[in-house]
């Protein structure tokens, strides 16, 4: 187990900026870690090499931003940065229930890293160290915007609504230390701190050349993110992750796609890319009106999530629907996803903590896994027990 009281401790002592509050963040880290075998993890990794892959074909392009926004036509010219992609482990094999653009918790659960490695047992070890998972995140951001703008960014602001009404408004803190280390001058803002005009993207001190977006509103359709909007399409700031990135990756209609062997078969994917995405990915489908009374039949076997939703917001279970919220759904855009149930870690007490996997990755390969361990229907941050947990994984025989 892990002394959560004392990580968050020497975390204060090291990162003096790192303001956690203990009734906010009581479960931000588990005392738990996730033991996971070798071979999941780097099935895990291949399937992350897939998406990247799958993303930058034009007929998969083409297909997917039929139904994204306007502003996702624009090709700032990379990728986007670095994906989260979330894994249910199950007795087949870890199942790929969803990829996120702007993933929370990556330098989090670096710091988690070190604090496990004392307690692990012998034959079993982290991915990568917090120091490496902390550089390799870094670099994956700045390659980002350097593919964008064509230099290294100079100056750069962490943008997120009343940023520190977050909750992981202390991970923006470690970034930003984590880019100055990297010698670019960094600030935390919220979009009103910033105006788009003759002198490009500024705040009260001067120029921004770089955005590390940490908005939900992916489109920025939202009147206060207009100039970040503006200096984007301009090609005025490299904008990390971008629109183009979310509708390519993150709009949960799109696995509806990648687990469609046949049709990336069709777009000229490679055959082995085609098959590991239709075995990971559970069978998904668009909820529309002439799905909706077969789907509603067989609902106990579905997961339903709104296909531009964030954090759980506004998913369910089949099984826990009533006839009233299915009725809301018809407002919105939902996708089904065949239910892969989530693995169990039984704990101290006999406890048991529903538990998932996520693979923080860029073009260049895995960056962390991660695990977050929770009670109830989706991931949360409140369960006790629960919270970010490290994977520990079997050693590699060469060690």
């Known amino acids: 187990m892990v002394d959560i009281?004392?990580?968050?401790?020497?975390?204060?002592?090291?990162?003096?900026?790192?303001?956690?509050?203990?009734?906010?963040?009581?479960?931000?880290?588990?005392?738990?870690?996730?033991?996971?075998?070798?071979?999941?993890?780097?099935?895990?990794?291949?399937?992350?090499?897939?998406?990247?892959?799958?993303?930058?074909?034009?007929?998969?392009?083409?297909?997917?931003l039929q139904w994204?926004?306007?502003?996702?036509?624009?090709?700032?010219g990379s990728a986007g940065g670095v994906l989260g992609l979330d894994f249910h482990l199950t007795v087949d094999g870890p199942r790929l229930i969803?990829?996120?653009?702007?993933?929370?918790?990556?330098?989090?659960?670096?710091?988690?890293?070190?604090?496990?490695?004392?307690?692990?047992?012998?034959?079993?070890?982290?991915?990568?160290?917090?120091?490496q998972a902390r550089d390799a995140a870094v670099t994956a951001w700045m390659e980002d915007a350097r593919q964008q703008s064509g230099r290294t960014p100079s100056r750069l602001a962490i943008v997120d609504s009343t940023p520190r009404a977050q909750?992981?408004?202390?991970?923006?803190?470690?970034?930003?230390?984590?880019f100055r280390d990297h010698g670019v001058d960094c600030v935390i803002s919220a979009p009103e701190d910033l105006s788009f005009g003759s002198d490009g993207l500024e705040d009260a001190h001067g120029r921004i050349d770089t955005v590390y977006n940490r908005l939900t509103d992916f489109a920025?359709?939202?009147?206060?993110?207009?100039?970040?909007?503006?200096a984007y399409l301009a090609g005025?700031?490299?904008?990390?992750?971008?629109?183009?990135?979310?509708a390519l990756f993150a709009d949960k209609r799109n696995l509806a796609v990648l687990g469609y062997p046949a049709l990336l078969g069709g777009f000229g994917v490679d055959a082995g890319s085609t098959a590991l995405l239709g075995q990971v990915i559970p069978p998904t489908v668009e909820l529309v009106p002439a799905n909706r009374d077969a789907l509603w039949a067989v609902r106990n076997g579905y997961f339903f999530k709104p296909a531009a939703g964030f954090g759980s917001r506004g998913s369910y279970r089949g099984d826990k629907l009533t006839r009233r919220t299915w009725a809301s759904m018809a407002s919105a855009t939902y996708i089904a996803q065949?239910?892969?149930?989530?693995?169990?870690?039984?704990?101290?007490?006999?406890?048991?903590?529903?538990?998932?996997?996520?693979?923080f990755a860029s073009e260049a390969g895995v960056l962390l896994f991660a695990a977050r361990l929770y009670q109830g229907q989706t991931t949360n941050m409140r369960t006790p027990g629960g919270g970010f947990?490290?994977?520990?994984?079997?050693s590699r025989i060469d060690e």
């Open 220 to 230: 920025l359709e939202d009147a206060s993110h207009a100039d970040i909007r503006e």
């Open 338 to 359: 065949a239910f892969a149930p989530p693995s169990m870690r039984i704990v101290h007490g006999g406890q048991s903590l529903k538990a998932d996997v996520r693979c």
């Open 236 to 246: 005025d700031v490299a904008l990390m992750p971008h629109p183009r990135a979310h």
């Open 389 to 394: 947990a490290a994977v520990l994984t079997s």
């Open 68 to 76: 994204a926004p306007d502003i996702a036509t624009h090709d700032p």
């Open 167 to 178: 909750f992981l408004y202390p991970e923006f803190e470690l970034y930003a230390n984590a």
């Open 98 to 131: 969803e990829v996120n653009t702007n993933p929370g918790g990556l330098l989090l659960n670096a710091l988690l890293l070190d604090a496990v490695r004392s307690c692990a047992p012998p034959a079993w070890a982290t991915w990568t160290n917090a120091a």
């Open 5 to 64: 009281l004392r990580l968050h401790e020497s975390i204060r002592g090291a990162f003096p900026e790192f303001t956690t509050d203990p009734a906010v963040h009581a479960h931000l880290f588990s005392p738990y870690a996730l033991f996971v075998d070798r071979p999941a993890l780097e099935a895990m990794g291949r399937v992350a090499a897939a998406v990247f892959d799958v993303a930058g074909n034009p007929g998969y392009s083409q297909r997917v």
